[in-house]
């Protein structure tokens, strides 16, 4: 049974033994729950800005952090300042949600000639690494798990449902390890 990791738009509540298989995403707060699998994929609102917002407010996790979910690439976020900011809160953990690989066709494409893609996204997540986070790299599909793990990236989030065993036998046999997104 994979270890399943479910977003969380509001800590208040969550038992201390769940937070650290919650994907911390506040920015999630205006919508209803059933929205969230949609929401989840979509940098419509300002994450990260939700995400600093949230944490400054609250004493830091001395136990059982949650996972913290940011939008990696944000034009405006400045990798240095989000990894002092998380530390600060006592979070350990982030990955890379929402992510660009929700979009294909012609919207990957012009996110894409704009130099948003998978891998800045995890190129980030590695940057936060150095300045003592871990990483955890959200892959939609087969080519982004084998980018994250050509980079380096050994913890892996795959989207739950069909294919996913497969996607995860291929994980493993890679050298990494498969966590299950379930929104």
């Known amino acids: 049974m994979p270890i399943t990791l479910r977003p969380a738009a509001c800590l208040e509540g969550l038992p201390a033994r769940r937070r650290p298989r919650a994907v911390f995403l506040p920015a999630l707060a205006p919508f209803r729950p059933e929205l969230w699998p949609l929401v989840v994929h979509l940098p419509v609102l300002d994450v990260n800005g939700a995400l600093v917002a949230a944490l400054a407010g609250r004493t830091p996790f001395r136990a059982a952090p949650p996972i913290a979910a940011i939008f990696a690439c944000d034009p405006f976020l400045r990798l240095r300042d989000m990894a002092a900011s998380l530390r600060a809160a006592g979070i350990t953990e982030v990955v890379n949600l929402p992510s660009v690989q929700a979009h294909e066709g012609e919207a990957a494409a012009a996110l894409g000639a704009v130099g948003y ?33 050509s980079l380096g ?3 892996i989030l795959l989207p739950a449902g069909p294919g996913w065993a497969d996607l995860a036998s291929h994980v493993a046999v890679e050298g990494g390890e498969a966590l299950a997104w379930a929104p």
Do not use: C, K, M
């Open 153 to 155: 990236l050994r913890r």
């Open 117 to 149: 893609r998978a891998e800045r996204e995890f190129r980030a997540l590695l940057t936060l690494a150095e300045h003592g986070l871990r990483p955890l790299a959200y892959a939609a599909r087969q080519e982004e798990a084998e980018a994250a793990l």
